[in-house]
């Protein structure tokens, strides 16, 4: 009777006994967990970049008289991921001879997709204008500086927009989408979803690996990296551009930010064209699958 009264005694079950050595091991293994789901966030974040801009890139293609379908013109954007590797004009050079190669009689001339990149390139610069006040500090730089800067910008985008009421030459067509107020519009708040996710990236890789960084420290990293990407810096140009702006706070912590800057940028980007290349090779499958089903219809 004793020995029944014992075994009818409840024990616990099993949910609440794994309670708690999830809680141990998360206790354990808490700067693992974090890096790794930071790392998972800021490669779809990176993910989030792309599009947004492949969808800017699109509108002033479309603008331009193009007539490229969304879909492949995603997958020319993919192809900027592995020349941006080397060098940021190699990958725009190869995303350009990608679109036209896949699509050539929709496709504008190269003049025109050389300048379709302007409109993009001129609000990432004003972005980058406005806030480069965030880089004072860090590099002691004049405080005018960044006026200097905006007002450069500014004319710039000024005179750019002149040059797109023009359409003598095939040049200028490339700059269409700054003859409407929609279109322009448009580019910018693709373009801020863009540089909004880069921003949230280097913040959250930033304050993962224990720096304690703000928004506007994150946001002088990812204007110093795309500075320094102009040059043949290579895949280091994430932890050159951490330790240039965060470096009085503790070297290695700036370089192993910048260093996952890189590495989920690079995963993010993979990301993107390993679906452009399964895009690609599904679209091919299916052209070859659409002559033998109408064969089959006419049979």
Same mark, same amino acid.
């Not at 860090?138 to 910008?153: D, E, K, M, N, R």
């Not at 003598?168 to 067509?173: F, I, K, V």
């Given at each position: ?113 050389? =300048? !379709?990149?302007?409109? /993009? #390139? ?5 972005? %980058? *204008? &406005? +806030?480069?006040?965030? $880089? ?103 932890? =050159? !551009?951490?330790?240039? /702006? #965060? ?5 290695? %912590? *700036? &370089? +192993?930010?910048?260093? $996952? ?39």
């Amino acid at each position: 009777m004793a020995r029944d009264a014992v075994e009818a005694v409840p024990r616990p079950s099993a949910p609440l006994e794994l309670a708690p050595r999830l809680t141990a091991f998360g206790r354990r293994h808490r700067t693992a967990l974090t890096i790794a789901g930071s790392v998972v966030a800021t490669a779809l974040l990176q993910v989030v970049a792309l599009v947004s801009r492949s969808e800017a890139w699109h509108l002033t293609i479309e603008a331009a008289g193009g007539a490229v379908s969304r879909r492949v013109l995603y997958r020319a954007s993919s192809m900027q991921v592995l020349g941006s590797v080397l060098n940021g004009h190699l990958g725009v050079a190869a995303r350009i001879a990608a679109l036209r190669r896949s699509s050539p009689e929709v496709c504008p001339q190269v003049p025109t997709l050389i =300048a !379709a990149e302007l409109p /993009i #390139l001129t609000v990432e610069a004003m972005l %980058a *204008a &406005a +806030a480069s006040f965030t $880089l004072v500090a860090p590099l002691g730089l004049p405080w005018w500086l960044p006026l200097i800067g905006l007002a450069i910008v500014a004319l710039v985008s000024a005179g750019l927009r002149q040059l797109a009421r023009r359409k003598s030459r095939e040049l200028w067509r490339g700059l269409a989408v700054l003859r409407s107020l929609n279109g322009g519009g448009r580019v910018v708040g693709l373009v801020l979803v863009a540089v909004f996710a880069q921003i949230f990236r280097n913040w959250i890789l930033l304050r993962a690996v224990g720096v304690d960084a703000s928004i506007f420290d994150a946001t002088a990293v990812l204007i110093a990296v795309v500075t320094l990407g102009q040059l043949p810096v290579g895949p280091t140009v994430g932890a =050159a !551009a951490a330790v240039l /702006i #965060l470096g009085r706070d503790g070297v290695a %912590a *700036a &370089a +192993a930010g910048g260093l $996952l800057l890189t590495v989920t940028g690079t995963l993010g980007g993979l990301g993107f064209a390993a679906w452009a290349g399964a895009d690609h090779v599904w679209s091919r499958l299916r052209r070859r699958r659409m002559p033998s089903s109408r064969s089959g219809i006419e049979a």
